[in-house]
C-alpha cells in the first residue's frame, strides 16, 4: 500500500504546511508530481485502497468507489492507443499530451462515461482517497487554508498521534 499512503501523506502534509491544494498544477506545483504516476501506479493505488478498506473492515464510499472504477476502465481501455502507448499516465497527462490525445483521436477522447473530463474526476478521486484515509484514522484535516498548521510541521501525514521526537532521543538512534 505504500503508494498509496505516499499520496495521501503527501496531500496532507502539503495542505498542514500550506493549506488547500491549488486545483490549478500551474499554480504551485503540487498537482505536477500526479503527471509522474504511471498507469500501473494508479492501478496499484486503486488497488491499494481496495486492500486498505479491506483491512479496516470497511466499505468504500460510493462516490469514491465509482470513481475508482471509472478511472481504472478508462485506462484500460486506453492505454492500448496507438499515441497513448508512449504516455506513461492517461488518466492525467500533461496538457501537452491531452491535446496531442485530443487532434488524434477526437475532441472527446478524455471524456468519461458520465460527462465528466478524466483529469477533473481524477484530481476528485486523488483527493477522495486522501479524504477516506484520513476519515477511518480520524485525522481532521479538511483540503481548506485554515486546516494549515493543524499538525506539527514536520507531521509524516499519516499518523493521527505521530509528536515530533525530541532532540535527545535522537541523539542514539541508528
Request: overall charge negative; hydrophobic content about 35%.
Amino acid at each position: 500500500m505504500n503508494k498509496m499512503f505516499d499520496v495521501v501523506a503527501a496531500q496532507n502534509r502539503w495542505i498542514n504546511t500550506r493549506g488547500q491544494i491549488p486545483p490549478s498544477s500551474s499554480n504551485q506545483g503540487f498537482l505536477n508530481a500526479w503527471h509522474d504516476l504511471t498507469n500501473d501506479d494508479i492501478q496499484e493505488i486503486i488497488n491499494d485502497v481496495k486492500v486498505f478498506a479491506k483491512c479496516r473492515n470497511t466499505s468504500i464510499p460510493d462516490e469514491l468507489a465509482w470513481k475508482m472504477f471509472r478511472i481504472h476502465n478508462y485506462i484500460e481501455e486506453h492505454k492500448t492507443l496507438e499515441l497513448a502507448q508512449g504516455m506513461p499516465n492517461i488518466a492525467n497527462p500533461t496538457q501537452k499530451n491531452t491535446n496531442s490525445l485530443r487532434k488524434h483521436y477526437g475532441k472527446n477522447i478524455d471524456i468519461l462515461s458520465n460527462g465528466q473530463p478524466v483529469k477533473r474526476e481524477f484530481f476528485r478521486m486523488m483527493r477522495e482517497i486522501a479524504e477516506f484515509f484520513n476519515s477511518e484514522m480520524n485525522i481532521t484535516l479538511d483540503n481548506k487554508d485554515a486546516a494549515q498548521g493543524t499538525f506539527d510541521p514536520e507531521w509524516d501525514g499519516l499518523d493521527p498521534e505521530w509528536e515530533p521526537k525530541d532532540p535527545k532521543q535522537t541523539l542514539f538512534d541508528y
